[in-house]
């Protein structure tokens, strides 16, 4: 099937993402598990946003659906002025491999590849030539500690050396929004920390960043908290700026507009 892009005719809204009444119901057995019930949520480009919320409270659920993993059961959702919740599997996956970085809570590497392949194939399909793929590979995974490792299988790797390399790939192809399960949820208290340098760098060079966490110190590093509650959003405040920058550490640059032209 083949479906394109439908012109956003009403909104000129300049949110990279937005959703209008987004639900997700699983049924089986009889029994419907409303997931996820009428979210309404907006993301500017270069906006870096956490989501907090209990276990089961929808945070992964939400988060698939934005990344077009799962197709939300009523709702809309907006990327760029695009409404894409309709859009066809293969539509999503060129929106992933092209825009959307996407961090699984389970790490999906692709095992028979080593370390380096995962992240510079992921480069590739993103359009970038050999040489960038190779370079960014190497720049991803030095900075999370992760080079002594580039030649390993993924098998071989502990769960915070893999959940860095999932990391490594949803960057790879320098996403304009950065969609992550709880990226720091396997990581000790220094890979946490390359984490969020990471991320604040990412965030810096003005790319989005929504992600789902447990964990203060990584929610702390974001812009805006949304506490998900029972699949409906409880709260959404924005935190002081100055806990955007770590101490003894200069303020990072002023966000430039990320650039998402699913059209062009
Ligand atoms: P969280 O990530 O906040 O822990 P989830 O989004 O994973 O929460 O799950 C929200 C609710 O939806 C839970 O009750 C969970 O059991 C249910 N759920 C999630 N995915 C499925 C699925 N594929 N089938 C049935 N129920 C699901
Ligand atoms: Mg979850």
Redesign the pocket.
Request: proline content about 0%; cysteine-free; charged content about 40%.
């Given at each position: 099937m083949r479906q394109g892009l439908r012109p956003d005719a009403v909104s000129t809204t300049p949110c990279l993402l937005r959703t209008r009444e987004v639900t997700k119901s699983f049924s089986s057995d009889g029994v419907t598990v409303r997931a996820v019930r009428g979210v309404d949520l907006a993301l500017h480009s270069g906006e870096f946003v956490a989501i907090m919320g209990p276990?089961g409270s929808g945070?992964?659920?939400l988060l698939h659906m934005l990344g077009g993993l799962e197709r939300p059961t009523s709702g809309e959702i907006w990327l760029d002025g695009t409404r894409v919740d309709g859009l066809s599997q293969a539509r999503w996956a060129m929106l992933r491999r092209r825009h959307i970085g996407f961090v699984f809570?389970v790490f999906n590497l692709l095992s028979n590849m080593t370390v380096a392949d995962n992240v510079e194939l992921a480069a590739l399909m993103g359009g970038a030539t050999r040489r960038q793929a190779r370079e960014r590979r190497d720049e991803l995974l030095t900075e999370l500690g992760l080079e002594a490792k580039a030649d390993a299988a993924p098998a071989r790797l502990s769960g915070g050396e893999q959940q860095r390399v999932a990391l490594a790939r949803a960057l790879a192809n320098r996403p304009s929004l950065l969609l992550a399960?709880?990226p720091t949820g396997s990581l000790d208290s220094s890979g946490t920390r390359a984490v969020l340098r990471l991320l604040t760098r990412v965030h810096a060079d003005g790319q989005a960043i929504l992600l789902?966490t447990h964990d203060g110190r990584v929610a702390s590093a974001a812009q805006r908290v949304i506490s998900l509650f029972d699949g409906m959003v409880a709260d959404d405040a924005p935190l002081p700026a100055e806990r955007l920058v770590p101490p003894g550490r200069p303020a990072p640059p002023p966000s430039v507009p990320a650039v998402l032209r699913l059209r062009g």
């Open positions: 276990s945070k992964s659920t809570q399960d709880e789902v």
